[in-house]
């Protein structure tokens, strides 16, 4: 349930190009934005947190589920599902948080009425019968709405739990960016994230799923497939991802992480709203890969983009279907 924050930069670098051999003086050419899709420098690896913000990498990831049949079932019982909410930035506990849970990314149909966390933000919420994938809508009046997408519990337990779901303070999100020094515009959209592996067996005392390291994130306007290439993305106007530093636990900027670090955390600023748009993750597969340049689709999530809403979401690698 670790997903990122939100926080804004803009790197922007000059070239110069020369302007021929008449001996006039070089022009530099346009500035090149940077929105974080710049290409990794190693291949995909796993890591695992051994204590807080102390991270352990595993070595490489695995992707054996990579474009395989999903494994997803729908509950078979209504399941009741205990949580807590939080904060993101300090883990407090966020007391008389609304929550509304919904099938998929159909936030505007939830399953039930809101429930309201108690005294210790604790709470309960239903999941249907036949649901595979859900989502939490947390709403309070010092936070930013925050959606958390893409989570499933096991279909057949009747009674269950999380440790928590986080939610973005209203502080948190002027905090953040103001760290590196910029400000957040009003009325964007924030998306945000936090990738996994496929797990392995093989894996002493860490077989699940681990956290992905050394891809890169953007948000598209158009669906790729696991057959694309990542020079064909059609990044959303001003999308902008930033990486969080595993060792503090906070986005940094570009020239301090090019990409993912072990904790696998991302987040996208900066985008005007839109009903429909694509989270995408990409990566080099192998160190073959990486030395042959062949950047994968590694996930891809579809939803929207909501002004002044933190989506966040969890990422794992894309199945076939």
């Given at each position: 349930?670790?997903?990122?924050?939100?926080?804004?930069?803009?790197?922007?670098?000059?070239?110069?190009?020369?302007?021929?051999?008449?001996?006039?003086?070089?022009?530099?050419?346009?500035?090149?934005?940077?929105?974080?899709?710049?290409?990794?420098?190693?291949?995909l690896k796993a890591a695992f947190e051994v204590s807080k913000n102390n991270w352990m990498e595993l070595g490489p990831a695995n992707l054996n589920c990579l474009g395989m049949p999903s494994t997803d079932a729908p509950t078979t019982v209504d399941v009741t599902l205990s949580t807590r909410v939080d904060d993101f930035q300090s883990g407090n506990a966020v007391p008389g948080t609304s929550v509304t849970v919904f099938a998929n990314q159909d936030?505007?149909?939830?399953?039930?009425?809101?429930?309201?966390?108690?005294?210790?933000?604790?709470?309960?919420?239903?999941?249907?019968?036949?649901?595979?994938?859900?989502?939490?809508?947390?709403?309070?009046?010092?936070?930013?709405?925050?959606?958390?997408?893409?989570?499933?519990?096991?279909?057949?337990?009747?009674?269950?739990?999380?440790?928590?779901?986080?939610?973005?303070?209203?502080?948190?999100a002027q905090t953040l960016p103001a760290l590196i020094g910029v400000s957040r515009t009003p009325g964007t959209g924030i998306l945000a994230g936090a990738v996994r592996d496929c797990g392995d067996p093989n894996r002493t005392g860490?077989?699940?799923?681990?956290?992905?390291?050394?891809?890169?994130?953007?948000?598209?306007?158009?669906?790729?497939?696991?057959?694309?290439?990542?020079?064909?993305v059609t990044h959303l106007p001003g999308v902008d991802t930033y990486y969080f530093s595993s060792s503090v636990g906070l986005p940094v900027r570009h020239s301090q992480q090019d990409f993912s670090s072990k904790d696998g955390l991302f987040m996208a600023i900066e985008m005007q709203p839109t009903p429909t748009a694509y989270?995408?993750?990409?990566?080099?597969?192998?160190?073959?890969?990486?030395?042959?340049?062949?950047l994968s689709l590694i996930a891809q999530l579809k939803t929207a983009v909501i002004a002044d809403v933190v989506i966040t979401g969890s990422y794992e690698p894309l199945p076939s279907n």
């Open positions: 349930m670790r997903f990122a924050s939100l926080a804004s930069v803009l790197a922007l670098t000059l070239t110069a190009a020369a302007c021929g051999d008449d001996g006039s003086t070089p022009m530099p050419d346009a500035k090149i934005e940077d929105i974080g899709f710049n290409k990794p420098t190693a291949s936030a505007a149909n939830p399953f039930a009425a809101p429930v309201v966390a108690d005294g210790n933000a604790n709470l309960m919420v239903n999941i249907p019968v036949g649901t595979k994938r859900f989502g939490f809508k947390m709403t309070n009046a010092n936070a930013l709405d925050t959606l958390l997408l893409n989570q499933t519990v096991d279909p057949s337990m009747a009674t269950q739990s999380i440790t928590h779901i986080q939610s973005v303070s209203t502080a948190t860490h077989t699940g799923p681990q956290e992905l390291v050394n891809f890169v994130a953007t948000v598209s306007s158009t669906e790729a497939t696991l057959t694309s290439g990542a020079d064909g989270v995408q993750v990409w990566g080099y597969k192998t160190d073959a890969d990486l030395a042959a340049d062949h």
